[in-house]
Every structure is written in C-alpha cells, then in structure tokens.
C-alpha cells in the first residue's frame, strides 16, 4: 500500500511541473515598408527528452501547437510556416505521433498594406502548445509573444 501511495504521489508532483521551454520572438523589433512582406519567427528551445505535439498531430484529440497573432491596423498575416513534424513511435499506438523536439521555428510572413499607418506599433501573438515527455502530456499551455513592428513609407 505505501509503494502505491508513493507512486502515485510521484505521479502528481510531476504533474504538477509541467516542462519550461524557452520561446522567443525574433527578431525583437521588426522593419518594413508599406507595401511589402515582413517575416517574423517564434524560436521554441524544448528540454531534452521533451516534445510537443505539431501542428497537425495524427490524433485529434491531441493538442496542436499553433500560433495565433493580432495584427495590427493595416497589416495581415500572409501566411505562417511550421516545421516538418518528426515521428515518434508511442507503444500501444497504431501510428507515431507527429511532434516538434529540439529547436523549433515557426514562420510568420506579414503583409504590410500600401496604406499602412508609418511608425510603430506592437504585433502580439500567443503560442498554444502541448509539451509531453515519454510518459505523459502536461496540460495545454500558451506563451504570448510581441514584436516591434516600425512601418516605413515605401
């Protein structure tokens, strides 16, 4: 019974601890003309022997890591770019998982409008994720994120 008990307390404290990584918004301020597109990155430095699941995990049920932004007047997300997933083999799944480990960068290109407003203004976003290790999946987290963002005339 004190072996269970034990385990299980294990169990919860981590839990309770869900993994840190370290995620960055690069370039810290972005420049750009109206009228152009502009490239802004969300680096994720994952701990070893972490994941999180892609952006297009296999399993619905399982929380894709995705990246929303609120652009700000004038300018509009052209499109974002995730990395290639690896797969990653579970016992007792039929399929692997398709998952980010390591290092992992997320393009975002935005597209400045001819009649953006110059100067500066924030771009802000939020990275949603689910970071699981070979035992278990913590809950869902999110990390928001924000550029500096300077409009030039063109």
Known sequence: MGVLLTATVAVTAAQARPPKPDITATPVALSAAAG????????????????????????????????????????????IVYPKSIDLAQPGQRQPLAVFSGTVTIDAFLRIGADADTGESTLAGQLRYQACDAMVCFPPARADVQWTLRITPR
């Open 36 to 79: 152009t597109v502009v490239k802004a990155s969300v680096t994720i430095k994952l701990p070893e022997d972490i994941h999180i699941q892609s952006n297009k995990p296999r399993d619905p049920l399982l929380i894709a890591t995705d990246l929303t932004l609120k652009p700000p007047a004038g300018v509009t997300i052209d499109h």
